[in-house]
């Protein structure tokens, strides 16, 4: 009873309506291309966020490295002791980055937010996985874009290929310069030791 008061009403306020045809004709409004919106959109688009800075290179400019390669860094100034333990595994990772399938864009991206969000932390000692690529159409893709992009960025002091046991040649061990508070923190320590007492 309800139900047909329902439909009446729905009927008078409807009035004569009919049913679009199913003619399989769609209304196409034409778009300009050029108009502010869509370039606003296309830029939107193809920006690179603040955060990834240009000078880190793609893929077509990386040398290249073999996929059973070695990789070693260390700046001027990183003692050969600091440098030393860091190849033998001694300094303790405190956080890592999986690169497994990511694009070279995304791997890049996420390398430079890694190694500033380890910084900013005071984390000293972090651990890259590239892979090695050997099975790749392109071996050591990712292998050789970190070996090109960590030298680039101030915030590394020193890389070596982890230990076997650390994930071996798929695998890169960073050490990073410590952050203002930290080395702030360590003079006020280094001075108050020295302090008579």
């Not at 002791?81 to 070279?104: C, I, M, N």
């Not at 864009?105 to 910084?119: G, H, P, S, Y």
């Not at 650390?166 to 080395?183: A, D, H, P, Q, Y």
Request: a positive charge; hydrophobic letters at 35%.
């Amino acid at each position: 009873m309800i139900e047909e008061e329902e439909k009446k009403l729905f009927r008078e306020f409807v009035g004569d309506v009919k049913p679009l045809s199913q003619s399989g004709q769609r209304l196409i409004v034409p778009v300009n291309k050029n108009s502010p919106a869509m370039v606003t959109r296309r830029m939107a688009a193809v920006k690179v966020p603040d955060s990834v800075d240009d000078f880190l290179s793609d893929q077509e400019h990386v040398p290249r490295v073999k996929p059973l390669d070695t990789l070693s860094f260390k700046r001027d100034g990183v003692q050969h002791g600091v440098f030393r333990r860091l190849k033998q595994g001694h300094y303790a990772v405190e956080s890592s980055l999986d690169l497994h399938r990511l694009t070279v864009v995304q791997a890049r991206r996420e390398v430079l937010a890694f190694v500033r969000d380890c910084v900013a932390h005071d984390i000293r000692c972090g651990s890259i996985t590239h892979g090695k690529g050997e099975q790749r159409e392109d071996p050591a893709l990712l292998k050789s874009c970190v070996n090109y992009w960590l030298p680039q960025l101030n915030e590394v002091l020193a890389f070596h290929t982890a230990p076997r046991h650390s994930g071996g040649l798929g695998s890169t061990f960073v050490l990073f310069r410590k952050s203002l508070e930290k080395k702030a923190a360590n003079r006020h320590r280094f001075a108050e030791s020295k302090s008579p007492k």
